[in-house]
């Protein structure tokens, strides 16, 4: 019964923050038995020269081995995407998916002049600075040791890494990824001049979402809500 609990209440997670969350856990659960990180990690060698194209979104999924750094990483990532899916892109799949398409396509061709190998940490930078810039008035419980207002999470995600002895070049990447989405997104376009830059592709819209409905359209009188009357007699 838990099990079933458990599997209904993630079926009510939006569809984006389930299907990225779910391939991360499996393809964490594959490496356990099946395969290997070497299988999984970003060289560009292997996958212009040898075809492994795979290993252009692998690298986003795998955040190591089962211990305290892959489930502070899943807590994170659920966390902040399923925030941003339920709140800033909220009917919105189709521009979160491209912004997760942008944000990959940056972070790989970003991730060449650094020697990166796995971004799924990067990534999960950029969610949160998203989500930080468009909340600036939520306040932040960090741990129950900090409170501090949502734009420094980020900063404060960083120094965290930087105790546990892990090199924030990714964190940078995922931040300054994540402000070049925001300044584009949202900062731009409310210039004087500005106009928005990143539009999402129209096979994305008419795949993801709802189709709109068109404010021309007249419904039938059987169509509208309340009572039908029968036709009138002959």
């Known amino acids: 019964m838990a099990w079933q609990g458990l599997a209904a209440e993630f079926q009510q997670v939006p569809a984006v923050t389930r299907a990225y969350t779910a391939a991360c856990v499996l393809t964490t659960a594959a490496v356990l038995e099946l395969l290997s990180p070497f299988q999984l990690y970003f060289n560009p060698h292997l996958v212009f020269r040898k075809f492994q194209v795979w290993r252009l979104v692998t690298n986003f999924l795998f955040f190591g081995p089962l ?43 970003l991730g060449l002049l650094g020697s990166l190998f796995f971004l799924g940490q990067a990534l999960m930078a950029m969610l949160v600075y998203v989500w930080s810039r468009r ?75 709802a189709p709109e409905e068109d404010p021309n359209y007249l419904p039938l009188p059987e169509e509208q809500p309340g009572p039908h009357l029968p036709p009138p007699q002959q």
Not at 93 to 98: E, N, Y
């Open 135 to 209: 909340s600036p008035r939520v306040r932040v419980n960090f741990f129950g040791l900090l409170t501090f207002q949502a734009p420094f999470l980020p900063w404060a995600l960083m120094g965290f890494s930087l105790l546990l002895g892990n090199s924030i070049l990714v964190d940078l990447l995922g931040i300054a990824v994540g402000h070049i989405y925001y300044f584009l997104e949202d900062v731009f376009p409310n210039q004087p001049g500005g106009k928005r830059l990143l539009l999402t592709p129209s096979f994305l819209k008419l795949l993801l979402d």
């Open 67 to 109: 211990g305290f750094s892959f489930f502070f990483n899943m807590l994170f990532v659920f966390r902040y995407c399923r925030m941003l899916e339920e709140g800033s892109f909220r009917g919105r799949t189709a521009d979160f998916v491209f912004m997760f398409l942008f944000g990959g396509v940056l972070m790989t061709l």
